[in-house]
């Protein structure tokens, strides 16, 4: 049978015309970076994916899954120096920008580091930060003024491999000013509230779908927490308070359609917590009852 002169001419000019294929955003094992003038790779880049996670940490992967994690690139580098000490860069996919916050702001207490772009502190021996749903940690053996430059220099140069921005949730803004340092939490879900210290709080509070901002603050002799949880509908949120009020021992007041209760709670501490719309304002861990109810009103 003979080719259809027409019909290749149709052929190719179509295949000029389809739109090219749109890339997509880099592996993350695409985003380790090759080494710097101070540190080589010592190894092969290493993928997890999902509940493999368990495979890389011994514990603590049940926070990072409750964050949303997707996968997990880590490469070992070795520094250029006498010594040649051994460090880590390990990048993980988080469900999105605020869960990547989230889960870095679990160990955000240390020095404060510039020069990455964004919020980034080094505590010891790890160096961390966030970039648009990335979490990264670098890592050395021992820790030392040289390795923190070398793991500085390692930071840099992942951060310049990731797009996306390195900013703190706005939603921290509608908290209290003045919180210790490094305290300031995101909870999406029950898990990492249980997880990371409500004692039983946490389902209840976040059980009808709420996501939380939560931070600590010095009142006096007392470290109080203040949070404010945002749910899909008034209705969940009423629930939600009348639900952690019984949990804290205090008596809701208020009709059918409204929620606010004070009181002194189990651990002889005072909380207030009010329900307005689809928003729960909570102050609890209070010295005294007008302390609890002073700190709930500044919470926007």
């Keep these: 049978m003979r080719s259809c002169p027409l019909c290749v001419l149709c052929v ?39 509940k493999k996670l368990f495979d890389y940490m011994d514990g603590g992967a049940e926070v990072f899954l409750a964050y949303g994690f997707e996968d997990l690139a880590v490469r070992q580098y ?19 920008p605020v869960d990547a ?18 919020p980034a502190v080094l505590a010891r021996n790890m160096l961390s930060f966030f970039k648009g749903r990335y979490y990264v940690r670098v890592i050395c053996q021992k820790p030392s003024e040289k390795a923190d ?59 009808r779908g709420g996501k939380a901002f939560s931070a600590t603050y ?10 404010r949880a945002v749910y899909p509908s008034a209705a969940d949120a009423l629930a939600a308070c009348r639900a952690l009020a019984a949990k804290l021992g205090l008596e809701p007041a208020g009709d059918a359609g409204a929620c606010s209760a004070a009181g002194k709670t189990p651990d002889d501490a005072f909380a207030a917590l009010r329900a307005e719309g689809s928003v729960l304002r909570w102050a609890g861990g209070a010295g005294d009852a007008q302390t609890a109810a002073a700190w709930l009103s500044k919470i926007e």
């Design 218 to 227: 010095t009142a006096g002799d007392s470290d109080l927490q203040c949070t």
């Design 12 to 50: 190719i000019a179509a295949a000029l015309c389809a739109p090219a294929a749109l890339a997509g955003p880099p592996a993350v094992i695409d985003l380790l970076p090759a080494g710097t003038a101070r540190a080589g790779p010592a190894g092969e880049p290493e993928h997890f994916v999902g």
């Design 101 to 118: 916050y989230g889960i870095w702001s679990i160990n955000a207490r240390g020095k404060p580091v510039v020069g990455l772009g964004g």
């Design 78 to 96: 070795r520094c250029k120096c006498p010594g040649g000490q051994e460090l880590s860069v390990a990048i993980y996919t988080m469900g999105g």
């Design 149 to 207: 430059e070398v793991m500085r220099g390692l930071a840099q140069a992942t951060a310049a491999r990731i797009e996306g921005q390195s900013e703190l949730p706005a939603e921290l803004g509608l908290l209290p000013a003045g919180a210790v340092d490094g305290s300031a939490r995101y909870l999406p879900n029950a898990e990492c509230a249980r997880t990371l210290w409500f004692d039983g709080e946490g389902d209840v509070l976040l059980s």
